[in-house]
């Protein structure tokens, strides 16, 4: 079917809808006005000069004699290109010009919407008869209605269409008009629907399929040309071109690969993480594009190769072929039916004549009857050789999709298992970064207790030697004052002088009373060695008591030392073992592995006593403790024994 009959389809509709008196006559005003909307819907020049020459009033009244379709054809159908106008538009404009005549308003309870309705009207253009007035035989009707239990996903019941044609005879000898179409197809009498939304999702997809010939429409991952990364894009396949959309919305176009007769479809190996790859190769690119599964990857090559036949035989649409095919199949039954209805009445004519006919005519009719039979036979045999084949061509292609699916869903399902193990990997590995930072972080905060306890032994240390030199130097001094003290006792009295003048004797006595004198007031003004001692060993004795408490401050820093040194210690085999890397194998094995190599190093990284020494330098820990003043405590602890002796003996 061209395009000139397509779109006289339309026309009738709506020149049928001016028609009110079904005469077959229409005022010339109406032609005007129906001519000049096609003239602007087709994207026509309007010749206002011709319609008025064509439309002039005569003698005879409002209506032409020469009739419409002269000027249809010479004006309008003889102009129209494809491609130059919008085909849904203009049955559009058909369609409401008609609906306001015929379809006024929908019936109640119907499925059907408004624009469910109008794309009917154009499914039953598709699939009319080319001859008018316009009906869908019974076949066509069958065909389409299976097409909307297909896209409903429900199994085909032929009881309802049957019930219908065995009551109404008309529609099953002559065919359905296009409003008795959508009143069957509304009540519900010619296919069991779920729902309205269920009906009018199903219309869309065999509306786009076979109104607008899209032979696929999905979404695909593309491999993009410039950044060469993969996009999810909505795919939708007709026979010259493949357009595909950011969504299934189809508003956002974002790119379109033209089809034709060089053009190659390739299937791909799974590389780069991506499965189910197939190839368009053009003159200029290659597409690259990853379908959902293996299924929808042999869907889309089979519906690729099919746009590329169609290309290569020069045919714009699946469906117009597929409609003559079962009409040609039609006309051939029908044949058929008529060549054995003729051999039926052959036969009662030879029963009624037979007495009139020779032998000779007798054996002609009945060679003739054989040949007509025989043609029968073979053309039956046929028809069931290639619905067989076909059958089998199914099955195999079946039985090819059920094996590819198969191994889709064991790749997947290895795939889902891989996944969980590598995502249960992760998480134990999450797990151990989180202790590893967890221990570093106790680490360092032992480390950091460590070199504050370090740091305050040393303080302590200094201070006890402070106090130890306080208390040599002090039992120095009080050594001094008992050689002193003893020095003076041990001094013998002053002896006199013997007889001289009495004169000389007065100035002795007097020069040793001065000197007396003098050292009673030095005396009055020193202390008394004695006194001076006893001070001496009251401070030593106060040396000693703070000496003896800053050991006892000593020991509890340094017994805090060994306890932060202790949780370093603990705090670094926990490192250790975390750093450890775990593998597979005997657990015993592991064990005498990780206490030969307790931090293996690897791959730059630093080993447990590496980062506490660096640790240590970072912050600026002391140099060792030193090891003399334990020696020096014991000989000042020494030396007290001899004090308190000396002391006890003056």
């Not at 395009?3 to 049928?16: G, M, N, R, V």
């Not at 729902?195 to 009018?200: D, I, L, Q, R, V």
């Not at 040393?458 to 402070?466: D, K, S, T, V, Y």
Request: proline residues 3%; contains cysteine; negative net charge.
């Amino acid at each position: 079917m061209d395009l000139k009959s397509e779109l006289l389809k339309s026309i009738w509709h709506a020149f049928t809808s001016l028609d009110v008196e079904k005469c077959g006559k229409v005022s010339k005003s109406q032609l005007k006005v129906l001519s000049h909307n096609l003239h602007t819907v087709l994207n026509l020049p309007h010749d206002p000069v011709a319609l008025e020459e064509h439309f002039r009033d005569d003698d005879d009244g409002p209506v032409s004699k020469q009739g419409y379709m002269p000027y249809l054809n010479t004006y309008i159908l003889d102009k129209v290109k494809e491609g130059t106008f919008d085909k849904e538009k203009f049955d559009d404009v058909c369609w409401m010009m008609t609906r306001k005549k015929n379809y006024l308003t929908l019936p109640q309870g119907s499925l059907l919407s408004e624009n469910d309705s109008f794309k009917l009207f154009c499914l039953f253009n598709l699939l009319s008869e080319d001859r008018y007035p316009l009906l869908m035989v019974a076949e066509e009707a069958e065909y389409l209605v299976k097409k909307f239990s297909v896209a409903m996903s429900q199994e085909w019941d032929s009881r309802p269409l049957e019930d219908l044609l065995s009551q109404d005879a008309s529609a099953r000898e002559e065919g359905l008009s296009v409003w008795r179409f959508l009143e069957h197809l509304g009540a519900g009498h010619m296919l069991r629907v779920p729902s309205g939304e269920a009906f009018s999702l199903a219309l869309n997809e065999v509306f786009l399929e076979m109104y607008h010939g899209v032979l696929k429409m999905g979404y695909m991952w593309k491999k993009g040309h410039m950044r060469r990364n993969w996009t999810e894009r909505w795919f939708v396949l007709k026979p010259s071109s493949m357009t595909y959309y950011v969504s299934e919305q189809l508003k956002d176009q974002r790119g379109a690969i033209q089809l034709d007769k060089t053009c190659v479809v390739e299937a791909l190996p799974d590389r780069d993480g991506k499965r189910c790859l197939l190839c368009v190769k053009t003159l200029n690119k290659s597409y690259e594009m990853s379908a959902s599964d293996q299924r929808h990857k042999v869907e889309w090559i089979q519906a690729l190769q099919t746009a590329l036949r169609l290309l290569g035989e020069g045919k714009s649409s699946l469906h117009k072929e597929l409609k003559l095919k079962r009409r040609v199949q039609r006309e051939r039954s029908q044949r058929g039916r008529n060549l054995s209805t003729c051999s039926n009445s052959s036969n009662l004519s030879q029963s009624d004549d037979g007495y009139q006919e020779t032998d000779e005519d007798r054996e002609r009719h009945n060679q003739q009857i054989d040949s007509i039979i025989q043609l029968a036979r073979e053309q039956e045999n046929r028809r069931r050789d290639a619905e067989e084949e076909e059958r089998s061509r199914q099955q195999e292609v079946q039985r090819e999709l059920e094996r590819q699916l198969k191994e889709a869903q064991m790749m997947r399902d290895s795939m889902q298992l891989e996944m969980e193990q590598k995502e249960q990997e992760a998480q134990q590995q999450r797990r151990r970064i989180e202790e590893l930072e967890e221990t570093q972080r106790r680490l360092e905060a032992a480390l950091q207790e460590e070199i504050q306890a370090d740091r305050e032994e040393e303080g302590a240390r200094e201070e006890l030697q402070r106090f130890l030199e306080a208390e040599e130097e002090k039992s120095r001094q009080c050594q001094l004052l008992q050689e002193q003290q003893r020095a003076q006792r041990a001094l013998p009295p002053a002896e006199e002088v013997p007889g001289g003048g009495g004169e000389d004797e007065e100035e002795v006595k007097e020069e040793e009373e001065r000197e007396e004198e003098e050292v009673v007031e030095e005396r009055e003004e020193e202390p008394s060695p004695s006194s001076a001692l006893d001070c001496a060993a009251q401070e030593l004795q106060d040396l000693r008591e703070s000496r003896q408490r800053s050991r006892k401050h000593l020991e509890e820093v340094q017994e805090k030392l060994r306890n932060a040194s202790q949780h370093v210690r603990h705090w670094n085999v926990q490192l250790n073992r975390l750093m450890t890397p775990i593998t597979p194998g005997d657990r015993t094995e592991h064990r005498k592995t990780t206490k030969q190599n307790m931090c293996p190093k690897k791959e730059g990284a630093l080993a447990s006593t590496e980062f506490i020494s660096k640790y240590k330098s970072r912050a600026g820990s002391p140099p060792p403790e030193p090891q003399g003043l334990d020696k020096h405590t014991d000989t000042v602890s020494k030396s007290e024994g001899s004090d308190d002796t000396a002391k006890g003996q003056s």
